[in-house]
């Protein structure tokens, strides 16, 4: 397999809150929701760099398409992560994640590796860590 990840997709307990965060709260462009013609393809999508987009879709209607049942919810089993240039600008997320709504989980401080890092919980619980790393500086913004 090549590795070509193009969609993340987090299954949410509420579309609607879930928009308004990434949207307004996060400020992740959006057309909003759409494919509410279609019993489960009300969806969300945020355009986050060339070729990768974030989907936000119902709990119900992930379970739904893949066959399984709803599970229980679990921060732990994965995290997205989203480097920046710099410690104020891990400082400046977090805080802008949590005036949006978020919980955060650890606040930023100097990490083991050398660098500055902090963890959020999106109103769904999905896991953010929003990190500053010095040996690591391309793709950062």
């Not at 400046?92 to 500055?116: C, E, I, L, S």
Request: hydrophobic share 45%; net charge negative; proline share 5%.
């Amino acid at each position: 397999m090549q590795p070509r990840i193009s969609l993340i997709t987090l299954a949410v307990d509420d579309l609607d809150r879930a928009l308004a965060f990434y949207r307004e709260g996060l400020g992740l462009a959006s057309e909003g929701i759409v494919g509410t013609e279609f019993e489960f393809g009300a969806v969300a999508f945020f355009e986050l760099q060339e070729g990768l987009k974030l989907a936000l879709w119902p709990r119900a209607s992930l379970a739904h398409d893949c066959g399984l049942p709803v599970g229980p919810k679990s921060a732990t089993q994965f995290a997205l992560a989203h480097n920046v240039a710099s410690r104020s600008q891990v400082d400046a997320v977090m805080a802008q994640a949590r005036d949006a709504g978020a919980t955060v989980t650890k606040p930023a401080a100097d990490t083991f590796w050398g660098g500055y890092a902090g963890y959020f919980q999106d109103p769904d619980g999905h896991l953010w860590e929003v990190a500053w790393n010095p040996q690591r500086q391309e793709g950062a913004s």
